[in-house]
């Protein structure tokens, strides 16, 4: 007979352990469906985790070779150990994916290891090494995220051809990359190669990087990749890849160089993620999928079929990324307790963590022209921020949009230092409906990065920066 749960979770990713570990918190008996043995699905596996593992570690190494000695500090001799840098990678993953079994126990969660498919609207089989087993839930909730996408030329081998996951797992820094879409996969993982000492070539289709960002951003972004050593090849088609022994042949055809080739030891094709819904049978549960095969839900994330939810990378709504998906786990489990819980789309950040980083939310100034928003801008260089001069970071500027209307902020767009976590106040202050002069009347301390979103909201709301 098949073993009956409250909740069951199909995937272990950020959405998934983290609905797992609300559904468990309301009091509901639980299990995560997860084919991978460790929990953390791509994010903790092969993605954001290790990713930014890597990037600070080549940070590190950047920093020593080239930007020490303005400080008075003379190194001689820096030598790279990528295999310790790698096997550190490694550790840092496990010990994070630790940290989530060591969750699921504390929270009686099961963790049944197998590939799960639909049988019928309520019962779940999971196939793994040791055999298939049935289970059923009142509620199951889909969280099976996204895989990246490949070029219908180019197949993924993982050793020339790489994705995301391959380009983590290099036993080798590359003499030459070539990295296909200029997106956060390749700006983050072409940074960590061009740091190290690789030739990256980013080719783009569109004419900007990170297309979909606020333009002035996406454009200081590509000046300061490119003085990093960043080669860019915008307006740019890929029309075919050869790879032998030797390397990769990939050829382009531009705008403005009719066509090309470049060579290089690999390939990276970071051209966006798609929904994975492979072998889940959805049909059997009657959940229907879109035209691009994102499951489809309505407002409060129900699929067509009452009992399954469905959140994060495999719905359409809301960008691909980790903390909309764990937004979604907890509002999905309070609606089964009957609440009445909301995510806020509009205030979701996205960050690039190349250096500078970047982090963006609310609305770009290209969204705010198109829907006719009249809007004022405050923009404050972080040149011209004491702490920034002091940690010689002074690349990137912070921008306040504000409604012409009524002051509201509408959206903050920042590249510099420590952007990552600067945009976590712009977040709240979007949440809390917060206008320009309420930042601006905020006390920040001094000497911080926290200052330039003061400044630039002060610009915005009366146009009486202080320090500029
Ligand atoms: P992306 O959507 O960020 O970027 C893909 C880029 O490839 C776009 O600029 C697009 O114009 C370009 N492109 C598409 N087809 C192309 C072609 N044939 N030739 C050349 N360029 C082409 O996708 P990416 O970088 O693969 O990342 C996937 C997802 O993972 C994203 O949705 C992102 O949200 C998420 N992610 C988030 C990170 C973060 O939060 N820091 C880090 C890494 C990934």
């Not at 500090?73 to 490694?90: H, K, N, P, S, Y």
């Not at 198109?370 to 690349?395: C, D, L, N, Q, V």
Request: with cysteine.
């Amino acid at each position: 007979m098949a073993k009956a749960y409250n909740v069951i979770v199909v995937g272990a990713g950020p959405g998934g352990y983290v609905a797992a570990i609300r559904a468990a918190q309301l009091g509901y008996t639980v299990a995560v469906v997860e084919k991978r043995k460790e929990l953390g699905g791509t994010c903790l596996n092969v993605g954001c985790i290790p990713s930014k593992a890597l990037l600070e570690s080549s940070e590190h190494y950047y920093r020593t070779k080239h930007e020490l000695a303005v400080h008075g500090i003379d190194v001689e001799g820096v030598t790279l150990r990528f295999d310790v840098m790698q096997a550190r990678r490694e550790k840092v993953v496990a010990q994070t994916v630790e940290g989530i079994r060591y969750l699921f126990k504390k929270h009686k969660i099961e963790h049944l290891i197998g590939h799960g498919s639909f049988v019928d609207g309520e019962t779940i089989e999971v196939t793994g090494d040791s055999g298939t087993e049935l289970v059923t839930a009142d509620h199951i909730i889909l969280a099976t995220g996204s895989e990246p996408v490949a070029l219908p030329f180019a197949p993924f081998d993982e050793q020339r051809i790489l994705s995301s996951t391959g380009a983590l797992a290099l036993t080798e820094v590359p003499k030459r990359l070539v990295v296909i879409g200029g997106g956060y996969i390749g700006l983050e993982m072409g940074s960590v190669y061009a740091r190290l000492g690789c030739d990256v070539h980013v080719v783009e289709l569109l004419d900007s990087i990170v297309p979909l960002m606020d333009k002035e951003l996406s454009a200081t972004l590509l000046k300061v990749l490119k003085k990093q050593g960043m080669s860019f090849h915008l307006s740019t088609k890929v029309t075919g890849i050869e790879s032998s022994e030797e390397g990769v042949q990939v050829h382009t055809e531009g705008a403005k160089v009719t066509a090309s080739t470049l060579a290089a030891d690999c390939v990276l094709v970071a051209v966006g993620r798609k929904p994975l819904t492979t072998g889940l049978k959805l049909e059997a549960a009657g959940v229907v999928v879109d035209g691009r095969g994102f499951i489809e839900v309505d407002d409060r994330l129900r699929t067509s079929n009452p009992r399954v939810w469905a959140i994060g990378d495999v719905i359409r709504r809301g960008p691909m990324l980790a903390h909309k998906a764990e937004e979604e786990a907890v509002a999905v489990c309070e609606r089964i307790d009957k609440q009445q819980p909301h995510v806020n789309y509009e205030t979701i950040p996205g960050v690039i963590y190349t250096w500078p980083e970047v982090a963006s939310v609310g609305k770009s100034e290209e969204e705010l022209k198109a829907e006719g928003t009249a809007y004022k801008i405050g923009k404050f260089p972080f040149k011209a921020s004491g702490r920034a001069r002091a940690a010689e970071e002074t690349e990137g500027f912070v921008k306040v949009l504000a409604a012409e209307a009524d002051d509201r902020i509408l959206g903050v767009h920042m590249i510099g230092p420590r952007c990552s976590d600067l945009i976590a106040e712009a977040v709240v202050a979007m949440e809390f409906c917060a206008s320009a002069e309420d930042i601006a009347r905020i006390v920040h301390a001094h000497p911080t990065f926290a200052e330039p979103f003061k400044e630039a909201a002060l610009m915005a709301t009366a146009n009486r920066p202080i320090h500029l």
